[in-house]
Structure formats: structure tokens, C-alpha cells
């Protein structure tokens, strides 16, 4: 009787090691290219929405370049201090997250 119950504990335990799966990931990942094309504007060009949202927003930013693109949204370079970076905005001033 014990020999029975050791077989089947034997072959029950071989049986699971063969029956586990390595976990399978079928991530797939879509790169979308968020580059559209913008074009230097001069700063005189940049609608005053936009220069009034920057005041608002950031008193002590300069303004030291201004693109476009063909959907009238415009990246702005900006510096506070030593600090150098861009903002996006639509021509209404509205600030866009990109």
C-alpha cells in the first residue's frame, strides 16, 4: 500500500514540473513620432494671447525663440534665470502638454 501511495506521489510530482508554462507577454508597443514640423517665427509675429498667457504664467520668463507649425501651435523657448526649456501653446494662448 505504501509503494502505491509513493508511486503516486512520484508520478504526480513529475507530472507538474512538465505542466508549468513560462508566462508568455505579447506587449505590443506602438511608437507614434509626436514631431511636427514648426518653423521660426519671429517674436514679433507671436499672437499677444500667447505672450499675455507667458506673462501670466511666468512673470520672469523671456521669450528668446517662437516656431509655428501648420496647425497654428507654437513652441516657445523660453529662460527663467539659468533655466532654458520650451512651452507649447495654440494661437488662443491656451498651453498645450506635448
Known amino acids: 500500500m505504501k509503494n502505491l501511495f509513493l508511486s503516486a506521489?512520484?508520478?504526480l510530482g513529475g507530472l507538474t514540473s512538465f505542466a508549468?508554462?513560462?508566462?508568455?507577454s505579447?506587449?505590443?508597443v506602438k511608437i507614434i513620432p509626436v514631431q511636427d514640423e514648426y518653423?521660426?517665427?519671429?517674436l514679433e509675429e507671436v499672437p499677444a494671447?500667447?505672450?499675455d498667457a507667458l506673462k501670466k504664467a511666468y512673470p520672469d520668463a523671456v521669450l528668446t525663440k517662437a516656431y509655428k507649425n501648420a496647425k497654428s501651435e507654437y513652441k516657445l523657448d523660453v529662460s527663467v534665470g539659468d533655466k532654458v526649456g520650451n512651452l507649447f501653446a495654440n494661437a488662443d494662448g491656451t498651453w498645450i502638454k506635448k
Not at 20 to 24: A, G, N
Open 39 to 42: 518653423t521660426e517665427v519671429k
Open 49 to 51: 494671447a500667447i505672450t
Open 26 to 28: 505579447n506587449n505590443i
Open 9 to 11: 506521489a512520484i508520478v
Open 20 to 24: 508549468s508554462t513560462s508566462p508568455i
